[in-house]
């Protein structure tokens, strides 16, 4: 048996590979390019906090209620431009998210002095199970954690054969181009990080998800995710204020009644989110009832454009003057 001439070998793989880079670098203005992020939100708004993060004084958060509900330009205008806000709000990044998202890649790109956070009793704290974005967004390459995820960012940087990679895995993605990749990568928001596509329609699934959610009663465990990033911002010194988000009567009377087991009520839960606050060194802002009307909604939990402008503005006053 003759033996394995290494160095044959050796050099034939390199060859092998500098041809794939080669035609991968050929063909790469067609293909379809791999979404190293969750999503497109998240993408956009990773690169203007690498960019731009140490600019703004304060960031604004919450889920999609919180980035189609509050409107930097409007919120800075109505608090005299005292501030300088940034929309960082995520779709369905309840507390637990948030966790992750705020301590792992906000607050290392910027220095806030203070964080207004959207939360709803109904949405941010009674869904059965917050896992699956979250586990979604922490198995993009630009998330993904672990000594391999890090190889593959520091390759995908220099080799458009490891960028494209998880294209190249499926032969179809061969035949796509560019303008026909998923709408899903498409940007919803503006350059201040607010929604830039409103819905117009109250969808029967929307009614549906909400039963659904109200019916698991109230999580204990998004609660203390809620505590803990609470005290991860109080250690570095940033203010939290904690706004209540407007829901329209027709989600609250979802709420199935105690005695179909139901273990919340929103006046309790508002009651509660508020103790919680203060507890743990937050500041609050409570509704009191407002925005509560049907036709300032695009569904059961979004605010439209012209009723998150009017929140905004409503927001931005109360926020100057609960901080003077």
């Known amino acids: 048996m ?3 001439n290494v160095a044959k070998v050796a050099l034939s793989f390199c060859l092998v590979v500098a041809g794939a880079e080669v035609g991968t670098r050929a063909v790469s203005g067609g293909l379809q390019h791999p979404q190293d992020w969750h999503s497109a939100e998240i993408r956009d708004k990773a690169a ?8 703004f004084s304060l960031m604004i958060t919450g889920t999609s209620q919180v980035r189609q509900g509050l409107d930097p330009a409007a919120f800075d205008a109505a608090s005299n431009h005292r501030w300088f806000s940034y929309n960082i ?12 998202w705020l301590t792992e890649h906000v607050l290392p790109s910027s220095s806030p002095e203070v964080v207004l956070w959207g939360v709803s009793p109904l ?12 586990s979604a967004y922490g198995q993009a390459r630009a998330t993904k954690s672990g000594l391999l995820a890090e190889i593959d960012r520091r ?11 998880p294209t190249l895995r499926e032969p179809a993605n061969l035949l796509r181009i ?16 607010f929604e830039a596509v409103f819905g117009q329609t109250v969808r029967r699934e929307d009614a549906e998800f909400a039963s659904t959610a109200l019916a698991a009663g109230y999580s204990g465990a998004e ?22 988000m407007p829901v329209p009567d027709r989600l609250i009377e979802l709420v199935p009644p105690s005695d179909k087991g139901s273990d919340f009520d929103y006046e309790s839960g508002v009651d509660q989110l508020d103790a919680l606050a203060q507890v743990n060194g937050a500041l609050f802002l409570r509704l009191d009832g ?3 009307d049907a036709s300032n909604f695009t569904d059961y939990t979004h605010l439209n454009r012209e009723a998150a402008t009017e929140f905004s503005e409503w927001v931005g006053i109360e926020v100057d003057q609960l901080l003077n």
């Open 2 to 4: 003759r033996p394995i």
């Open 48 to 55: 203007t906090l690498e960019t731009q993060g140490q600019d």
């Open 89 to 100: 709000a995520l779709s369905s990044a309840v507390p637990s998210f948030q966790e992750v």
């Open 123 to 134: 949405v941010d704290l009674t869904r059965p199970d917050n896992s699956s974005p979250l």
């Open 155 to 165: 390759l995908s940087a220099r080799s458009k054969l490891a960028e494209y990679r």
């Open 178 to 193: 560019r303008e026909r990749t998923p709408a899903v990568l498409a940007s919803r928001v503006d350059s201040r990080g």
């Open 223 to 244: 609660e203390a995710a809620l505590v803990r990033v609470i005290e991860a911002l109080d250690d570095q010194d940033i203010t939290v204020i904690i706004v209540e």
């Open 290 to 292: 407002r925005f509560r």
